[in-house]
């Protein structure tokens, strides 16, 4: 879809049509990542959360849970370094699937 | 898109001229809330923004945005000159301003000065002085009633409002949280004075022709705070559009933008730079989550708000590497602190 959309469908546009085409062809690509590499990038993460929190909730109440922990430390005291870092890694597994360009 | 008639009906009672010397001669972008018209008048060319109705969420009225631009072109910013604006029962507030010649579309920006080389540097520095214009004068040249319009924040208050930005999400960003907590832990002292900033000065709110910088669009986020909120945003990963070696819009190196910031008699002050680079990052990334929340919602059908979804995690990614860069423990490296 993005390849046709690309080839055949955003040169003859203009403007926003254009821009939404371009949008709608990386969307399809976006799709097409997170179909390959999505389940396992964030069981990736579940694992760690789980490691780090101490719990067996599921994914989205592991995220409210290390929001709600941060929220809870001291205003001058720092995240867990393993917190640090599995926040971090879960972003890049994140990002390779939205826009592994942007990777540094 | 309204009715052609009509609107040049409209544009020329809100201008007071003769309704035979306004021609509409094509749209430039049509929106839910604005409308944007190329026209002529007198055989002048220029542009007419319509509003259908006053802007939520922070951004100023049409109107008041009109006296701002108007206001700081005395101050020596480069904008459109403000041919007149006003209200139609029918279509809402109108503004119409010049039409200045060059390009706004970022990858079109960055295309011209990868052509022109020379262009880059002359960009950067022309911001830097329309930033030091703005920051040092723009405030003595509002008119009370309009200065009076706009919001301040800075600080403590600003970290309130976005920390209320972040609640009213669904979902948890404990991303932002961890960025939140940093800009606590970080806070610059208070800009003094009470200085105008654009709020959203970047490549793609910018006209580029040959000689530079023509011109600087879309004041609906002015407000009052703290000068280096501009500077910061100018140069955040995101406006540069993939052309990162270029830390100014993909267009310029910071060191230029400070050297012409500096000698037009604006004040650097570096630990507040990296502070609303860190601010604004956060403020960009949850305004993207919000936008995809608002389709989310049904609030809108826009694919585009929708593919914003995907972009908060590159916002999140560029926090990390301002606050705990791989492999540096000195959170405060960014603020110079």
Redesign the interface.
């Known amino acids: 879809m993005a390849k046709t959309l690309h080839e055949q469908v955003i040169h003859e546009l203009d403007?926003?049509s254009q821009?939404?085409a371009r949008?709608?062809a990386?969307?399809c690509r976006?799709l097409a990542r997170e179909a390959e590499l999505g389940l396992e990038a964030r069981e990736q993460t579940r694992v760690e959360l789980q490691a780090i929190l101490s719990t067996d909730a599921p994914f989205?109440d592991l995220?409210?849970t290390?929001?709600e922990h941060?929220?809870s430390?001291p205003?001058?005291a720092?995240?867990d370094d393993r917190i640090?870092e599995l926040?971090?890694a879960d972003?890049?597994r994140?990002?390779t699937i939205?826009?592994p360009?942007?990777?540094? | 898109m309204t009715d052609i008639p009509l609107l040049e009906l409209a544009i020329a009672g809100v201008l007071g001229t003769e309704p035979g010397t306004v021609k509409v001669t094509g749209t430039a972008s049509v929106g839910a809330v604005r409308q944007t018209v190329f026209l002529t008048v007198d055989q002048t060319p220029a542009v007419a923004q319509i509003a259908s109705y006053v802007s939520e969420g922070g951004q100023l009225s049409q109107l008041t945005e009109a006296a701002i631009v108007a206001a700081v072109g005395d101050a020596g910013v480069p904008v459109p000159k403000v041919i007149g604006s006003g209200t139609d029962r029918e279509l809402g507030t109108i503004v119409v301003t010049s039409l200045v010649d060059g390009v706004t579309v970022p990858r079109h920006v960055l295309r011209a000065v990868e052509s022109a080389p020379e262009l880059g540097p002359e960009i950067t520095r022309q911001c830097g002085e329309a930033l030091a214009a703005l920051h040092l004068r723009g405030y003595d040249t509002l008119p009370g009633a309009t200065a009076t319009e706009l919001t301040s924040s800075q600080g403590s208050a600003w970290i309130e409002q976005m920390t209320e930005s972040l609640e009213r999400l669904p979902d948890p960003y404990p991303v932002f949280r961890h960025g939140l907590r940093w800009l606590t832990r970080h806070l610059p002292d208070p800009y003094p004075t009470p200085a105008v900033v654009h709020g959203d000065l970047r490549n793609g709110n910018i006209i580029v022709d040959g000689h530079g910088l023509a011109a600087v669009l879309d004041w609906e986020l002015t407000h009052l705070g703290d000068p280096m909120e501009d500077l910061a945003w100018l140069c955040l990963r995101t406006w540069r559009f993939g052309a990162d070696a270029n830390e100014v819009g993909g267009f310029g190196q910071l060191a230029d933008l400070k050297d012409a910031y500096v000698q037009a008699g604006g004040t650097w002050r570096q630990h507040a730079f990296g502070w609303w680079t860190v601010a604004r990052t956060i403020w960009w990334g949850l305004g993207l989550a919000g936008q995809a929340n608002a389709f989310r919602r049904g609030d809108t059908d826009s694919i585009v708000l929708a593919a914003s979804g995907r972009r908060v995690v590159e916002l999140e990614y560029d926090l990390f590497n301002l606050i705990s860069p791989p492999g540096d423990d000195s959170l405060a490296s960014l603020a110079g602190s």
């Open positions: 403007g926003t821009h939404a949008v709608v990386n969307l976006i989205p995220l409210r290390l929001d941060l929220q430390l205003p001058d720092e995240p640090i926040m971090r972003v890049e994140r990002l939205a826009r360009s942007y990777l540094i």
